[in-house]
């Protein structure tokens, strides 16, 4: 069903998009709003924190209230995020009250990435052939066309006009959710719905999500603190949203070419690549001594977020059981944008306020080797014992 498929990848388009105005200035909004970098990293890692323990709850409303919905849940949380915004933006807060309220927005649109990839896992068994690999590349590209958009405008604006921007983008997100099949999903026994039980229950996808996390822990500190490594280079606000339009555009064609190469090659194959390259990615955007080499380095996210991500996805949509896959979907979210996250966000921000960006890049390289130590390993172990099945 094309007209299906265009439907799911505009709610990609339209969700990364309106993303974008919360998430890819957030470290710019917040210093303009008097936080400092350890604040500001109190506000990523807080709702990381607050994204490991709300989502999987989140989540698992979805099997416990018959009424509700995957579209309801989404637009609750999609309007729950603009009143927190316009409340930040406009409403003379303590910076106190600019954390808490700024960490929980960020925490439930965390919350609805599992929700999303779940559409189209659900779609797939439904019997509709639903790529989510072309959608969510759709949506990057959409976040970093809107980088730069964003670029443009605060230079003749204010910051001010970003809750109203992120409307734009919301109401044909709503009007696109109301559009797209709804469906149900199927209640768990007691003792089963638990990400503890998931993570029992599929130990490799957890083991690989491990590495990921770490992996994705030194990437996020090199994304949130972007603006801080490109001044330190002599750039400026547009060299910082041309380095995150590279990121971002990069997943597009990674993404959408996600199913195609899973065809070619097995996931552990792309699990191994990926750690490889997440060495390149990390270590030249923290150390780059000039600014066209941090572009390059952005650039790596294809081969490192933007395949594995995918990959993981579908991986988890295949092997987790119908009545498994929203907790499946949510353990990937848990692992990378919470786990992941939270160990790049507050430990970045506190080395880099109180030892300085020597420090933080020196844990950027820590946790990156050790993250694709382990992805390298599980690839190699795995690939090793598929071949000697053969």
């Not at 470290?27 to 709003?33: A, D, N």
Request: with cysteine.
């Amino acid at each position: 069903m094309k007209h299906l498929q265009t439907k799911y990848n505009l709610l990609h388009l339209f969700f990364w998009t309106a993303f974008a105005y919360t998430n890819g200035y957030m470290t710019i909004y917040l210093q303009t709003k008097g936080l400092s970098n350890t604040q500001v990293g109190i506000v990523t890692g807080g709702c990381c924190i607050l994204s490991v323990l709300a989502s999987p709850v989140i989540s698992s409303l979805l099997q416990q209230i018959r009424w509700l919905t995957v579209r309801t849940l989404i637009a609750l949380l999609e309007l729950s995020i603009l009143f927190g915004y316009a409340a930040v933006t406009y409403l003379p807060l303590p910076v106190p009250v600019i954390i808490i309220i700024y960490t929980a927005l960020a925490c439930l649109g965390v919350s609805c990435n599992p929700l999303l990839s779940s559409i189209s896992m659900q779609y797939n068994k439904m019997g509709h052939s639903v790529n989510f690999g072309i959608a969510r590349g759709l949506g990057s590209a959409g976040y970093a066309v809107m980088i730069l958009v964003i670029a443009q405008i605060l230079n003749h604006t204010s910051l001010n006009i970003m809750p109203v921007l992120f409307t734009v983008f919301l109401v044909p997100l709503l009007f696109v959710l109301r559009s797209l099949p709804d469906f149900h999903y199927e209640a768990v026994p007691k003792g089963e719905g638990s990400l503890f039980y998931i993570i029992r229950k599929y130990h490799i996808l957890f083991i690989i999500l491990l590495g990921f996390a770490l992996d994705f822990a030194g990437a996020c500190t090199t994304s949130t603190y972007l603006i801080d490594i490109v001044r330190d280079l002599g750039g400026t606000t547009t060299a910082y949203s041309v380095a995150v339009f590279f990121m971002a555009f990069g997943e597009l064609p990674a993404m959408a070419a996600a199913p195609v190469l899973m065809k070619k090659m097995n996931l552990f194959s792309i699990v191994l690549m990926s750690g490889f390259f997440y060495l390149f990615r990390n270590l030249l955007v923290a150390f780059a001594p000039v600014l066209p080499l941090v572009f390059l380095g952005m650039m790596f996210q294809s081969v490192t977020y933007g395949f594995l991500y995918a990959a993981i996805v579908y991986y988890a949509g295949t092997v987790c059981e119908k009545r498994d896959e929203i907790l499946g979907q949510t353990l990937i979210t848990v692992m990378t944008s919470g786990f992941g996250s939270m160990t790049g966000n507050l430990l970045g921000g506190f080395l880099q306020d109180h030892f300085g960006m020597s420090a933080m890049k020196a844990f950027v390289l820590a946790v990156t080797l050790l993250g694709s130590l382990i992805l390298t390993g599980v690839g190699l172990h795995y690939r090793r014992a598929e071949a000697a099945a053969d």
